[in-house]
């Protein structure tokens, strides 16, 4: 069979590779047909999952008396071949197969012959299937978790060395007021932390296994759904067996979690290109992680952040479509839900390379610190900390913020760009209870400094915050 210009020869014999579903027909299914339906190009990530699934299997089948505990051994001994085979680069998946579930049996089968026909006892590709993502899921999305994590850590690094550098914090892309860029950082860190809690919450809840679930009603052979679920390594198993199969909200949920995750690196992706501006010139991206032009030769461009802001697009299609794919359908299982996987496979490679690609570009960026302080001079930045100043003189807070106000306005008709830079004559006709001390009280770091509420932008608030992180890092990472 040929794709993408690409021959691959059978490693399984013509008898043995007949689809699982064959026996019903007269006559095989057009070729055409075939490759309209398989699906191995997309779940062959998951052979390693499959052959561990059907290990638990097979073991739970031999203790129960269904087959033989010869055969059951017999079985394993092949699976766990196929599986050293399959790591070693020995035997390559054979794209001619329908999916990784006809393949693994039937190389099974080729190797040790009657006795692998018995490896499907008592179970559907329905519920082998549903078993398969959970198990993949469960051995991947940690990995994603740890990247974030270490992303974190990244940031937490930059936070770390940047607690006293000023940054102006903005709403509507206005001048808000004086912060740090180390609040700024530990706002995206906090952003990813709660990326990671969701992948966790989802992981909870394929805690349980669908397996002996069946085609939707089970099986009549004494099948021990508790024993395969204790194999491998599952908390218990679902309730429902025709759920168990249709049930693809799993899929829905991690996609989900992936867009969320890919809105923050977008969100952080688009802060970054607005900041390597001329304008803003307050990040210098690394060349390494920068592109020229093919016609202007003083270009240099923030293309990777731009191009994760861009994939972002990608991820969200990812999530309507599976959404989409389950609007309409009715229990149990139906076809549509092969088409479940290549979406939440998309949007797990999307992120996962996203993150890696954003970890290295902003662990090789520099940060111009005169730059960042000076975006706290000039757009008055400062004026609630003028109304602040009068609240702590016992002025009702409405009343300070429309006296704060004045003094903009002042401001602005004496065509000065600061509060401060008003005399002290001028800032008393406001109010009485403005005196000479206003001035070293809304400087842009006094104004920083005095913000110490939990969460706040002061060094000391900004080092609580990055003593936390760094702890839930050094918890929480999976993978040793």
């Known amino acids: 069979m040929e794709r993408n210009g690409e021959t691959k020869h059978s490693a399984i014999t013509d008898d043995n590779h007949r689809a699982l579903w064959s026996g019903r027909f007269a006559e095989g299914p057009d070729a ?79 190797r040790i012959g009657e006795a692998g026909k018995k490896v499907h006892t008592g179970r559907s590709r329905n519920d082998q299937i549903a078993l398969d993502e959970r198990l993949y899921l469960r051995r991947v999305v940690p990995v994603v978790q740890d990247n974030i994590l270490t992303l974190i850590e990244t940031l937490v690094k930059i936070a770390s060395e940047h607690r006293n550098t000023l940054l102006t914090g903005y709403t509507h892309m206005q001048h808000a007021q004086p912060g740090t860029l180390a609040q700024h950082i530990m706002a995206w860190a906090s952003m990813l932390k709660r990326d990671w809690s969701r992948l966790e919450d989802s992981l909870g809840r394929i805690a349980l296994s669908p397996l002996g679930s069946g085609a939707l009603e089970g099986s009549t052979l004494p099948l021990n759904r508790e024993r395969t679920a204790e194999l491998l390594g599952f908390d218990g198993v679902t309730e429902n067996s025709l759920d168990s199969v249709s049930d693809r909200d799993y899929c829905i949920e991690f996609t989900s979690d992936f867009a969320m995750l890919q809105s923050h690196l977008s969100r952080m992706c688009e802060e970054i290109v607005l900041w390597a501006t001329t304008e803003f010139s307050f990040i210098d991206l690394s060349e390494r992680w920068s592109t020229g032009s093919s016609i202007m030769p003083q270009k240099k461009n923030p293309d990777f952040a731009e191009l994760i802001r861009g994939r972002t697009g990608k991820v969200y299609g990812d999530l309507v479509n599976l959404l989409t794919m389950v609007k309409g359908l009715p229990l149990a299982y139906d076809r549509d839900l092969q088409e479940d996987k290549e979406p939440l496979f998309d949007a797990l490679d999307t992120v996962q390379n996203n993150i890696t690609v954003f970890t290295a570009m902003i662990s090789t960026a520099k940060w111009n610190t005169s730059r960042l302080e000076k ?38 008709d004496a065509g000065l760009e600061k509060i401060e830079d008003l005399p002290i004559s001028d800032l008393k006709k406001a109010s009485e209870l403005i005196c000479e001390d206003i001035y070293e009280k809304i400087s842009p770091r006094a104004c920083m400094e005095g913000r110490r509420t939990t969460g706040g932008p002061s060094p000391e608030c900004t080092g609580a915050q990055i003593e936390s992180m760094k702890k839930f890092c050094m918890e929480n990472r999976k993978i040793k």
Do not use: W
């Open 375 to 412: 975006s706290c001079e000039g757009g008055f930045a400062n004026a609630t900390d003028v109304a602040e100043y009068l609240v702590r003189k016992g002025m009702p807070f409405r009343t300070a913020h429309s006296v704060a106000a004045s003094t903009v306005r002042m401001a602005i």
């Open 32 to 110: 055409a047909a075939v490759e309209f339906e398989t699906s191995i190009y997309v779940d062959e990530r998951m052979a390693f999952d499959d052959i561990h699934g059907s290990i638990a299997h097979v073991t739970m089948l031999g203790e129960q008396g269904i087959i033989s505990m010869e055969e059951s051994r017999k079985i394993v001994d092949g699976l766990k071949s196929i599986e050293a085979d399959l790591a070693n680069g020995s035997l390559q998946v054979d794209h001619s197969a329908e999916d990784i579930h006809s393949f693994v049996e039937a190389v099974l089968t080729d």
